[in-house]
């Protein structure tokens, strides 16, 4: 994507992301994020959830993803602000969508949302820089 294509209102195309015990297992891992509801069941249910679930360092990640995915090597993430909602368990199809929101003369800004079953887990404002490569 160039992020001179783009205009308030565009829509980035839609992302749905199947998790499954080893990837919300393995992504807190990689941010190192070791609670123990991230990957105890027993301990999860214990704590009054019916299963292990996403963490907030993991969704930041799978957000960073879609961004990325959408605007190219050619940019940078500045800016993200996020706010979680329901929580997404192993079986879960997150769903990320987004709009363009503003742009100015070297950002874009976005609206990202993720969702499952149960309704949004995650709402994000994020800012999107063009690089050097990017620029005409």
């Not at 998790?19 to 994020?33: F, G, H, K, P």
């Not at 990957?39 to 990325?68: E, M």
């Amino acid at each position: 994507m160039n992020l001179d294509d783009c205009a308030v209102g565009t829509a980035l195309p839609t992302l749905d992301l199947p998790l499954n015990r080893t990837t919300i297992v393995a992504a807190a891992i990689a941010s190192q994020d070791f609670e123990d509801v991230h990957h105890d069941p027993g301990k999860a249910q214990r704590r009054g959830t019916p299963d292990i679930f996403l963490s907030i360092n993991s969704t930041n990640g799978f957000v960073d993803r879609y961004v990325t995915d959408w605007s190219g090597p050619n940019s940078r993430i500045t800016r993200v602000s996020l706010r979680l909602g329901v929580p997404a368990f192993p079986g879960d199809t997150l769903r990320f969508s987004g709009e363009v929101t503003g742009t100015g003369t070297e950002t874009v800004t976005l609206r990202v949302t993720g969702g499952n079953e149960r309704g949004v887990h995650v709402t994000a404002d994020v800012t999107v820089a063009r690089t050097e490569g990017d620029r005409a």
